[in-house]
């Protein structure tokens, strides 16, 4: 199990908070990088940041957790740093194939449209997870190219910026 960071926004802190349990449960050591209220009106992006951020610090041995309202802009938002690959993870076979695939490293959740039974199944899943060479290899090295090739890193102005 790998060293989990997690955060959320408003809409994803209660949720946040039973995934936390459940990783802890599994054996993951756990840095919850916020919100820490559920009336804390933090943008969503500033939190994937952080998580983001984290990630990326530790050489990409850690993996995320991002939680909002539907998950989809933590997953958005994940998606513009450099080696991050996030999927909205509403289901046991998407969460599976976002790293059995695609060599996903964050999974999003949308508070507002999964129930915390089935989050707390979908990561438990997940979390256990590695990727394995073989027919995705290919098809993951060109998401890689693809990012090389595209990714425009951000004004010199904010390359000392931190998130947490």
Known sequence: MRDVVIGCDEAGFNLKRVLIKTLRDLGAEV??????RGNDMTAYPLIAARVCTRIIEGAYQKRGVLICGTGIGMCISANKFKGIRAAVCHDIFSARRSILSNNCNVACFGERVIGAELAKAILADWADLEFKDGLSTA??????????????????ENKTTKYY
């Not at 840095?31 to 820490?36: C, F, R, T």
């Not at 098809?139 to 010199?156: D, Q, S």
């Open 31 to 36: 840095e919850d990088l916020g919100v820490d």
């Open 139 to 156: 098809k993951v090295a060109e998401i890689n190219r693809l990012e090389e090739e595209h990714f425009a890193p951000p004004p010199l």
